[in-house]
């Protein structure tokens, strides 16, 4: 019998409750054993759940019960979590948490507290929701050296670029579609400006580098300058915009960056549309594998924080040894990063604006969009990011061109 | 120090050695030690190459050196593979395999003697090369009901019905095209009938229900009546054709069969192309998820393979317990699993067969294509795949029709 507590019962929580009633006979095969919810750690009461047996509102309760085993963190932020979870761990007790912000800023630490304690704690849920990667990465691709991470890790923009793109709508329209669907927060920047995919394109690099990428470093960009205007072009070349979160590793030089990116069509990327999330990873003897699936969501998030708790009772006294150390991985600029620009520009002059187009970037390919007046596209020749934006300053002040309505990256 | 063997230098035995070579550093991080090839075994001798100073051509040897922890059987075949592994796991050694004729046969037995022995039977790399999907599913997807696995998993069918439609060939055109890169055999039956794809399915149904699916009890239907023909109409509705391997779980009930369908291009399965594959698994709580990647080739292969070989050392004298039991399960007939399908018929006179197929299956939407003369498809109402061929046998003696040209399943 393993006794487990779990902090917060909101969204995930409950869900961990559902899971784990449902699933029980699996779910205590697999873990070799019954599994007791003790106690559930909330502020509220729920008078008319089953849970109220079980509600606490005091943490100490748990930390000072030897008969907890794990501990489920599913609260979010990182105050409490924070303490909470390394009190836990100083306690023996194996913790699973969701909670991609305090992963990213604490992981280490915490792995290290773990460590010292023979516990674990493990945090599948915090990156891909549902999606196994944590786990795949660790104990899969353990014979490859990981070359790159590209993922789309933020549902809600993915929904909210698929429905732009499906529709043919603006930004501001799909936003507010997306907050009453309860998909986008009413503050809605920790999605659409690309924070929340920071955090996890940072969890999934610092398990690439074994030392910890700090999300403060991460170059990071959002999708509110992405108009219907842009997606029209970008269909019309055989391709979408997909807000991706990029982690590339060569010799030793690590970059990551998460910013808005034309993905073409043969880019298995591209079919990942909705709140789906998927996350492309290229070992340099395995190639590119992918893995897809519910990004979000009450069920699948908590189908994975439960796998975590029958791997942590599975692992009783045994620290998996996974993870990252506190040394700190210095990251590339991303101004040394060879880019190819998606571009598109205002101009007074056509012919002007091409033959500018032509000096500057080289090329003459231009893309037209019927009832798009008085601009075009063109994508850039590849060079490194701060050259092409060198590029793009030389061209606005070029006598053809009024402006550049926006720039979007190529993907691949 | 772990010492390890490898049986048969073939082209995954060469890969394994490659892999462990160049990422040397990486898999012994991972393994917490170094790792020494201590013995090749291989009928034939490679003078020119360093692995010549271990090859040996006894398996005596390797059996009774005591130093090695692991055998990694990569000779392909049952005869003499499961007599070699089966004696390796008595002798209390873990063995890592690429072998899916063995683990398909002979895989119950195996993680039984395993068990039994303290050690463990790995496969990682049986079902779709380099994808991690067995670790997934024995360690990720712990707390779900699987009730359903869709795979396309058989490389060279995949790249064959690719190019079909890519360019516009008859089957036999991309056959002879797969031989000659050597994608598919001088005999493709093992590829081209799904035999191959039949033992994989096999193996992911055994893993979801933890008893034995025996690959003898699945139905299983190849490619080779696919005509470009078929694809035309196809690509016209906004699908494509795959050999798909499928296995669906629900109250109780087991199906599985392996055959071409038809993927509309919504589902993601659609977007895998060529030689790669894909595993698209349904948990209760999770949703889907899909794991794609390569499903052959030297290094994706002994990728997998590596990894195992990392796992196997992790846990010297810890058996995992994962896998199933030596216990048959019973498979439901083909026969009552409702399909709808797409049907290609020749007539004599149109609005004849029209009428027909309205008067048999109940639709008068019908697809037409140009420069296919006196034919027309459409797509079968749902019933039990029993009834739908009824239904076909009713239609072939009506009189408007001359013949049934092709019929596929619809997927989904």
Known sequence: MANIAILGYGTVGSGVVEVLKTNKKRIEAKACQPIEIKYVLDLRDFPNDPIQNVITHNYDDILNDPSVEVVVEVMGGTNPAYTFVKSALQKGKSVCT????????????????????????????????????????????TSDRIEEITGILNGTTNYM?????????????????????????????????????????????????????????????????????????IKKMGGSVKLLATAKFNDGKVWARVAPAVVLNENPLSMVNDVFNAILLKGNMLGDVMFYGKGAG????????????????????????????????ELMSIDDVLVRKFVRVEYNNKEEAKADVLKV??????????????????????????????????LINCKGIVSILNSIRMEG
């Open 98 to 141: 969701s909670n991609k912000e305090l992963v990213a800023s604490y992981g280490s630490e915490l792995m290290r507290i773990a460590k010292e304690n023979n516990v674990n704690f493990l945090y599948e849920a915090s990156v891909g929701g549902g999606i196994p990667i944590i786990r795949p990465i660790n104990r899969s691709i």
């Open 361 to 394: 970037f080289g090329t003459d390919e231009i893309m037209e969009f019927f009832g798009l007046e008085n601009e075009f596209a063109f994508v850039t020749c590849e060079a490194k990011e701060a050259e092409i934006n060198d590029k793009l300053n030389e």
């Open 161 to 233: 670029l698929s429905k732009m793109s499906d529709e043919d709508l603006e930004y501001n329209d799909v936003l507010s579609d997306a907050q009453e669907k309860g998909y986008a927060e009413r503050n809605p920047d920790a999605d659409v400006e690309g924070y929340d995919a920071c955090r996890k394109i940072a969890i999934l690099a610092s398990l690439a580098t074994e030392k910890t990428v700090s999300y403060d470093d991460i170059y990071t960009e959002g999708i509110t300058s992405i108009s219907k205007a842009d997606i029209a072009y």
């Open 298 to 329: 009450k069920l699948p998030t908590a189908s994975a924080v439960v796998s975590d708790i029958v791997e942590a009772i599975r692992h009783k006294d045994i620290n998996l040894g996974i993870g990252w150390s506190e040394q700190k991985q």
